[in-house]
């Protein structure tokens, strides 16, 4: 599958995707501007003092980890919350979050507000409450008891620094002495003496730990909240932009699903899926405000027209050596344009001086009498009641070389009069008054079309994209293969300019050509304006003296 296959969604709802990443970046737009500025301030806390210890121990780390992440749960909790915004005379708190970085003992508390002056005051007072919450926080119940330890903790070190001073003077004693017996009195006085040392150190620690100074568990702020100066958020160009992009992609996936539900033929890999004939040709629209029925005839150097042409040749040369003289051109619903192709290839046949004869055959829906620009006249229905013979229900056009015959007057019986005896010897009879006969049949939503499929020659099929649908094209198929007439080929009808796989237009290849609205073109080269395009898509409008309706 090519690329540009895969595009086409994407460039034929082009309109859709833009208005909706518009709609999205402004909308956003808007939403941003009314956000205010959003300041974040932070709090550090660290637990214990094993970052001072020159040689704390792996437990004193490990046991600060666990009391950070229990201290940072805690300050996420109620009882926290309600103390800080009595501290602060709030009703809420701004959005927080209090963290223990991994694999280290230290707390972080983040405060974001529109406030900045109160984004720190909340991130200090909830650092304040949190160590309000911890064992060594001044308690006055408890300050008795820390004097007294303060007081026990200065006569200890007192009594230590003692004991070494006189351990280092027996040492530097037993330095000048002599005598064995004084030399072990000093050594039993010394062990003495680290005896009481080593009682003295362990007291002290006893009773440190019973303090802020040797806690493990206590909390300390290392970095108090600053007052933030530059707003975090919000991002607004990103904000904007990720808008637009959401946008993008959810129109781009509302395009395929449109096209993925469409049940309408899109290319020529579906068509020549369901058919296995040749592609005979492939007409462009015709513009609008032009005669649909005769465009051939009053634009003859248009690319429309050569396209015709084209399609005139790969008739000629389905079989040569045999031609086919009475062609019916037919499609599988309403509105696919048979009427169109039919007398327009009656026009272009017509141009190569060939003797052409133009029957409508479609007895429930005719179309073919606006080529006269006259109310319906004598025709096919009036020789089958008498009133007419063949000769005189042809009608010449103002066009040389062609004539038509035209339905005449509705019949109640369409279907009995195309499968009579009666019909076969008409055709008879008009295969000798011109060189081709074209028929511009019934679609084969009703039976007519499948009854006058055996009796002509040949049998060209018109299909529209993106307006032929495959379960009704399907049908047809099964129902000419039942019948087992000649299928010519398929002829594309209605293609539009530059979307899809179906761009057959060449502007540059024609130089010298001006259609009758070149002149409203707008330079960029839009052929409508953004206002009639959208509305297109929409509804179809009809082009102007188009009444092929069948």
Known sequence: MEIRTLLTPLIRWWWLILASTLVAILSSFIATLRQPPVYESQTTLIIGRAINDPNPSTGEFFLAEQLAATYADIANREPIRSAAMQALGLDSLPPYTARALPETQVIQIQVTDVIPERAQAVANELARQLIAQSPTSANPEDEERQRFINDQLNRLQAQ??????????????????????????????ITSLQTALTELQSNYNGLLSNTGQGAVNTLTVIEPANLPRQPIGPNKPLT???AGGIGFVLAAAAAFMIEFLDDTVKTTQEITAIFDVPILGRIGEIPEGQKNFRYVSEEPRSPVADEFRTLRTNIDFMNAANPHKIILVTSSN???????IASNLAAIFAQADRRVLLMDCDLRRPSLHSWL???????????????????????????????????????????????????????????????????????????????????VDGIVLVIKPRQSRRGMLKAMHEQLQRVNCDVLGVVINGISRGIGEFDTYYPGYYPNYRSPEKDQVPPNGLERSLTQRLFS????????GDKDIS
């Open 334 to 340: 309403l509105g696919e344009g048979k009427s169109t």
């Open 373 to 455: 620009e006259k109310s319906n006249p004598k025709g096919l229905t009036d020789i089958f009641r008498d009133r007419v013979t063949l000769a005189e229900a042809i009608t010449p056009s103002a066009e040389k070389n062609i004539s038509l015959i035209t339905s005449g007057p509705l019949p109640p019986n369409p279907t009995e009069l195309l499968a009579s005896r009666r019909m076969e010897e008409i055709l008879e009879n008009v295969r000798e008054m011109a060189d081709i006969v074209i028929i511009d049949g019934p679609p084969f939503i009703v039976p007519d079309a499948s009854v006058l499929a055996d009796k």
């Open 537 to 544: 898509n929409f509804v179809k409008k009809p082009t102007s």
């Open 240 to 242: 904007i932009l990720l």
């Open 160 to 189: 230590i620094n003692s004991t070494q001073d006189e351990i280092e003077r027996l040492q530097e004693l037993m330095g000048d002495l002599t005598s064995a017996r004084e030399i072990q009195d000093t050594q039993s006085q």
